[in-house]
């Protein structure tokens, strides 16, 4: 089943790609494993899937444990606590929710110490009230210029979750304003290549709209007991 729904989706992406003429190989799809175990992490990885998401350190320790796999790219895509940075510094692919200075300044001592860099992304709130993190879309430019002023973060790009809305149509305008805020900040000379956007019911439409990463659990896992 999981095997089936990573098929379907890739070619959904490609699908998407071609609507608005765009390479498929721009897209790196993140499998969101969030609250299903290890078992199901492997089946995706048979797939040859190997980009990884997770959005709470302890429970992306564990599963990094019991999929020991070199090959697989962990994300970090929820909230992270700076004193949590050590737990998973060492060896995270990206992590996608930098909202605070104070986080990126923390992100920043470590990378100094360790010599290790990490791959970091702004978290924009684009708009969902129930959102309670992300920086604004009015004051992402100003923050992500103090961030790339931090010497050892790799700024690569801006991710939003988007709204939560059941008509994916719905979400197009919020994820529109996204990838006009990454265009407006490249033509200004920042590099910023990476742009996170979309899940399970909305990615197409990211994608329409310039996603470069989508994020996607249930259309892969199947629903989740809990809503998170
Ligand atoms: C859970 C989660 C996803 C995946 O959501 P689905 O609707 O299950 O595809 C994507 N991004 C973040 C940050 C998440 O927490």
């Not at 060896?91 to 791959?119: C, F, N, P, Y």
């Not at 923050?143 to 994916?168: A, C, Q, R």
């Amino acid at each position: 089943m999981i095997a089936e729904n990573v098929k379907n989706i890739r070619q959904r992406i490609i699908n998407a790609c071609r609507r608005v003429h765009r390479n498929p190989e721009e897209i790196t799809l993140i499998a969101v494993s969030k609250t299903f175990g290890a078992g199901d992490i492997k089946k995706v990885v048979e797939a040859g899937l190997y980009d990884i998401g997770e959005n709470y350190v302890q429970e992306l320790r564990q599963k990094r444990g019991e999929v020991p796999d070199e090959r697989v790219r962990w994300h970090f895509i929820g909230h992270l606590q700076s004193n949590k940075i050590k737990y998973i510094g060492d060896w995270i692919h990206m992590i996608h929710a930098v909202d605070s200075l104070s986080l990126g300044e923390q992100l920043s001592k470590w990378s100094g110490k360790t010599g290790r860099k990490i791959d970091v992304l702004v978290e924009v709130n684009t708009g969902d009230e129930e959102s309670k993190f992300g920086v604004s879309l009015v004051d992402t430019e100003k923050f992500v210029k103090d961030l790339s002023k931090l010497p050892n973060i790799n700024l690569k790009g801006l991710m939003t979750i988007g709204p939560f809305l059941s008509n994916p149509e719905d979400s197009r305008p919020a994820y529109r304003a996204l990838a006009r805020l990454k265009k407006s900040l490249e033509d200004e000379g920042l590099k910023m290549p990476v742009l996170s956007m979309g899940m399970s019911h909305d990615f197409e439409v990211a994608i329409e709209e310039g996603a470069t990463m989508v994020r996607i659990g249930t259309a892969i896992f199947g629903s989740r007991v809990t809503r998170r």
